[in-house]
């Protein structure tokens, strides 16, 4: 029984640390500047004050939130539009097998590229098309990560939808858009809802590609907009701690849905 | 099934368009790119072979980059996976609140990077910073966690270590779970110890899943660049310079198009060695049915 209880005991412990960044950051938000330029370990605030909120509002923060709900919900919509059909051809359809295999390496080299590594040549296509320091322009770059990963995870979806239940509705004489639109979509709603939300958290976070093709601050996403607070003041904790409070609280209420995605086993590409 | 291969090349044309517009294209125009000299910008590159390959070889910035890329991705990943690990031998039992633990302990891997710097920026702080803070209530010395060019990477390391633990952290989880019960309670009828069971059932059943996870976060610590460019800039001196850092400034700072686009070239071979082996591994995975 000592041993079950210190088992326990280590384990709220390490929770504990490892949660005390996020305490920390919650804290910091809510205390005077005086409290947290300090020497001593303190995370409570004994004065608490909403000015730091206050200031990211009077700073157009609702605009940077509006263009990071923007651009994760624009790319999260093209990634499925484009890859849902992929995915239904390649589980589906009758494909010459080499195509499957360059199908996993095309995955395997965009997972395995940096961002930067693309950035250069990304840059000049923006550019040609009139895209760059637009969030359009930034919508479809996002298609770099988002349709292959959106494609690998549906494949695993449409492959577990029955397939004697389109074979039955085509004998009835069904056509492929009519299985897709009563069959194959209805039941892979969970499928799709899992991952819109992976691209969306994805999308929401990103901040390579944010950083390069995005110049405007009024255009900037949330990661930005904090990547400019960090380098311009040493000691700009308040209002900080308070947009990275913010930028987490959404993403923060879908852990529970990562975590099964995760123990699935399919999410390994979300970072 | 019936259905022609043209209805398949219909279905595939939107993804097939973006990839090619998006990937394929920038990967081609990348190597082009990385066979000119762009000193006086791109309507005056120059054909220049191989040289810019050979200069990358020879500069000592370039070695100091790919030197600290891979003592990242060391240090990163075997702490990662050990760390992963000891949580996941830790929770893998039933005990009270353990549906409010374990996603406490995933929470860190879903906040944006940018977040995570900037809180850890703050944690770093010479004078006012948390850990120091910490440090002195109990009587030790203050540390520069970002400025001492010994310890700056290392810094790194423990923010990319509590961003991404709870990662390896679930996909062993998942794997110890998928152990069968009947192995454990066998072994504790012949008598065997807690640590000798760790060590002939668990951890031999385990392999799989640890040599996925050391794979996906060797992968992606391979390509650190948010942490970087928001913790250190590459500094204190070169100290934290990692090769998609050396890209952004080469390429983004002092427009070099062609140098960037031959350390891209390099990154990408690199890469591709790392997906032959998870390649590799998934192929054998499939085989053996599935993991």
Redesign the interface.
């Known amino acids: 029984m000592g041993a079950?209880s210190l088992?326990?005991g280590?384990?709220?412990a390490?929770?504990g640390v490892?949660?005390?960044?996020?305490v920390?950051?919650v804290g910091?938000s809510l205390k005077p500047p005086l409290e947290?330029?300090?020497?001593?370990?303190d995370l409570i605030p004994d004065a608490p004050t909403l000015a730091h909120y206050r200031a990211l509002w009077a700073d157009d923060i609702l605009g940077k939130v509006l263009n990071s709900l923007i651009v994760a919900t624009g790319a999260t919509l093209i990634a499925l539009?484009?890859?849902f059909?992929?995915a239904?051809?390649?589980a589906?359809?009758?494909?010459p097998r080499r195509l499957d295999g360059v199908f996993?390496?095309?995955v395997?080299?965009?997972?395995?590229?940096?961002?930067?590594?693309?950035?250069?040549?990304?840059y000049?296509?923006l550019r040609t098309i009139g895209l760059l320091d637009t969030l359009p322009g930034l919508i479809?770059?996002y298609?770099?990560y988002c349709?292959?990963f959106a494609?690998w995870m549906l494949l695993g979806f449409v492959r577990d939808v029955p397939i004697a239940y389109e074979d039955a509705a085509r004998i009835e004489g069904a056509g492929?858009a009519r299985r897709l639109a009563t069959i194959v979509l209805p039941l892979i709603t969970p499928g799709l809802v899992a991952t819109a939300v992976f691209l969306m958290?994805l999308c929401?976070?990103e901040?390579?590609y944010a950083?390069?093709f995005i110049q405007t601050p009024s255009k900037f996403t949330?990661?930005?907009y904090?990547?400019t607070?960090?380098?311009e003041d040493?000691?700009f904790?308040g209002q900080?701690?308070a947009i990275?409070f913010l930028?987490?609280l959404p993403?923060?209420a879908?852990?529970?849905i990562?975590?099964r995605g995760?123990?699935?086993?399919f999410a390994?590409g979300l970072? | 099934m019936p259905t022609s291969r043209l209805t398949a090349l219909l279905l595939l044309t939107p993804a097939l368009v973006l990839f090619a517009l998006l990937t394929l294209y920038p990967l081609g125009r990348g190597l082009l790119l990385s066979l000119v000299n762009t000193d006086y910008g791109l309507a005056d590159a120059a054909w220049v072979g191989a040289d810019n390959y050979t200069f990358l070889l020879s500069d000592p910035f370039f070695r100091g980059a790919a030197w600290n890329t891979v003592a990242f991705t060391l240090m990163a990943t075997l702490s990662e996976v050990a760390f992963g690990l000891a949580l996941a031998l830790l929770v893998n039992a039933r005990f009270p609140g353990r549906w409010l633990v374990v996603p406490s302990l995933v929470a860190p891997f879903v906040l944006s990077t940018m977040v995570v710097t900037a809180v850890w920026r703050a944690w770093f702080h010479y004078d006012f910073g948390f850990l120091n803070n910490a440090l002195r209530a109990v009587a030790l010395p203050p540390v520069e966690w970002l400025f001492d060019p010994d310890l700056a990477l290392v810094s790194l390391v423990l923010v990319d270590l509590w961003q991404t633990a709870p990662f390896t952290f679930l996909i062993l989880l998942a794997g110890l779970q998928s152990i069968p019960r009947d192995l454990h309670e066998a072994a504790q009828v012949e008598g065997a110890s807690p640590v000798r069971r760790l060590w002939t059932i668990t951890l031999p059943l385990l392999v799989p899943h640890l040599l996925l996870a050391a794979l996906l976060r060797s992968i992606e610590s391979f390509k650190i660049f948010d942490k970087v460019y928001a913790l250190t800039g590459g500094g204190p001196g070169q100290a934290t310079e990692t090769l998609s850092m050396y890209l952004y400034r080469l390429g983004f700072q002092y427009f070099d198009i062609g140098l960037a686009s031959a350390t891209a070239v390099v990154m990408i071979v690199i890469a591709g060695l790392l997906a032959a082996v998870y390649a590799w591994h998934i192929v054998r995975g499939q085989s053996d049915g599935g993991r």
């Open positions: 079950a088992r326990i280590l384990i709220y390490i929770t490892m949660l005390l960044p996020i920390w950051m910091t947290y330029v300090s020497t001593t370990v539009a484009a890859g059909p992929a239904y051809a390649l589906r359809l009758r494909l996993l390496i095309f395997l080299v965009v997972k395995l590229s940096p961002p930067l590594v693309l950035a250069i040549p990304l000049q296509v479809l770059v298609q770099v349709l292959p494609i492929l958290i929401w976070n901040f390579a950083l390069l949330l990661p930005t904090i990547a607070l960090i380098t040493e000691t904790w900080l701690t990275g930028a987490s993403i923060l879908l852990v529970g990562v975590q995760l123990t699935r086993g390994g970072k």
